[in-house]
């Protein structure tokens, strides 16, 4: 008898949260935290990725390089996701059938420049290879236009999918992407192709989402009917995919900047240092890097509430303060890690043999602590539409290059410049988002709610 009054009560307190459980997962909050968590995964297989392969390769520093290289390249993406995300919401792009009218559209047009620009990424092997400080491996850096040009297939996809609601494929093809890299890349690696192997994981995985996030949208949009509809009505969409990217030049611009700032020392760490030096260097880099996660985790609500508080007439620097803090708040233990424990740290995931650079780690987690700030700062300035800040970080982010390539071939002295140049952008970029004043909010049209669509802010503000 206990026992079934055990088992009625399961039941009944089952039959009372599915329900909860069910309208929290279709809201819009569940879907932003689906993503959410859909990031974190893909961000700790990364960092998998990051330790087998620095494992597996006695030259991690030469994939390091390319990987930073490809990691440039993919801001493209990035933000197109994110307005293909926005136009798809707002119905610009069409629904249903016409929808995938145009997706097809922008497929042919992306098909033709992938070829042109993989010809040309073939032709100036050689000139990218040394360029990014890998002479040996001029046929994996011919990859890295290819893979960047997949990547802007899967996110322009993915945006598709979050247009139309379907989160839940975004996630999955995020957790795929970092799956699909780590296991392509470790077999490929194991045959014998070495470093390139290990990189050209990046392009099957790349790939292996586009067909994933391609199918999910025919499922869901195509009617029986569909290959007849669009013999009928060939051209028709939206419009060209040129037309989008040009929409989205200034989150490019931006992503670029800051890619710029968080991958140019580990491409210049390989025309300054040994093999041996810029491996070791490259695994510290990897490290340091955890509060640039931090900080885009803090951006999800830096943005959203920074527009809101704007197009309220409200001050938003509080908003600014609160999620700076969140980074000070994770920064401290980091750094006291980094400064006491940064050799059995480094050896102990690593390898020793990859840890001759441990004193560069405190250095580089200041660094990069300062960068993630200036993140937070150019996310609050796009925020509030401003632009011409851009220029003044980009001018930053060009000056880092050639200072490091006068710099000490010491890995701790060369991750100071790294760290003197995140503190200056740091600064330059606090002092505009907090002095300059604002533009003036804009108010909603008569007879509009002033509101945004559901959900859409989430969903572009995690990807």
């Known amino acids: 008898m206990p026992g079934w009054k055990l088992s009625y009560r399961a039941v009944h307190m089952r039959s009372r949260i599915n ?5 929290l997962r279709d809201s819009d909050t569940g879907k932003a935290a689906g993503l959410a968590v859909a990031m974190i995964a893909n961000n700790v297989v990364g960092l998998v990725t990051s330790v087998v392969f620095a494992r597996l390769l006695s030259d991690y520093g030469a994939l390091a390089a390319l990987v930073s290289y490809l990691t440039i390249l993919t801001v493209f993406g990035q933000a197109l996701q994110v307005a293909t995300a926005r136009e798809g919401v707002l119905g610009h792009l069409g629904e249903g059938e016409e929808l995938l009218a145009t997706l097809e559209r922008w497929a042919k047009t992306l098909a033709l420049f992938t070829i042109a620009a993989t010809v040309v990424s073939l032709l100036l092997r050689h000139q990218i290879a040394d360029l990014v400080g890998v002479k040996h491996q001029s046929w994996a850096a011919a990859a890295g236009i290819p893979a960047g040009c997949a990547y802007l297939a899967v996110c322009t996809l993915r945006g598709a999918l979050q247009g139309i609601g379907d989160y839940k494929s975004v996630g999955l093809s995020l957790i795929g992407e970092a799956g699909a890299r ?25 790939v292996a989402m586009t067909a994933y996030c391609a199918t999910r949208l025919y499922r869901q949009l195509a009617g029986p ?23 989205a030049i200034v989150p490019i611009t931006a992503l670029g900047v800051v890619q710029l700032l968080q991958n140019v020392d580990l491409i210049t760490a390989k025309h300054q240092f040994s093999d041996r030096v810029a491996t070791s260097y490259a695994v510290a880099a ?19 509430e920074t527009s809101r508080r704007h197009s309220a007439g409200e001050d938003t620097r509080p908003v600014l303060a609160r999620a700076l803090a969140i980074i000070g708040v994770c920064a401290i ?37 300062a960068l993630a700030a200036t993140y937070l700062a150019v996310q609050y300035m796009l925020a509030l539409k401003r632009v011409w800040f851009l220029g003044v970080i980009a001018l930053v982010a060009v000056l880092e ?22 503190l200056i952008g740091a600064a330059l970029a606090y002092g505009i988002a907090l002095f300059a004043r604002p533009p003036a909010p804009v108010q909603p049209a008569a007879g509009s709610s002033g509101g945004v669509v559901p959900g859409l802010e989430e969903a572009e503000l995690l990807l």
């Open 401 to 422: 290059p050639i200072l490091l390539l006068h710099a000490s071939k010491h890995p701790a002295s060369f991750a100071g410049v790294v760290l003197i140049v995140q």
């Open 19 to 23: 329900p909860l459980l069910t309208r």
């Open 225 to 247: 009917s569909y290959r007849r509809w669009r013999t009928h009505s060939a051209g028709r969409g939206a419009f060209g995919y040129g037309t989008h990217v040009w929409a």
């Open 286 to 304: 990897v490290a340091a890097k955890v509060l640039i996660w931090v900080a885009m985790g803090a951006s999800f609500y830096l943005v959203p």
């Open 333 to 369: 233990p980091c750094l006291l890690i980094f400064a006491f424990a940064a050799h059995p740290l480094l050896s102990a995931v690593f390898g020793k043999n990859k840890a001759i650079a441990s004193d560069a780690l405190l250095p580089l987690g200041a660094a990069f602590t």
């Open 182 to 206: 780590l296991i392509a890349g470790s077999i490929l690696a194991e045959i014998g192709l070495g470093i390139g192997g290990a990189y050209v994981g990046s392009l099957v995985a790349y």
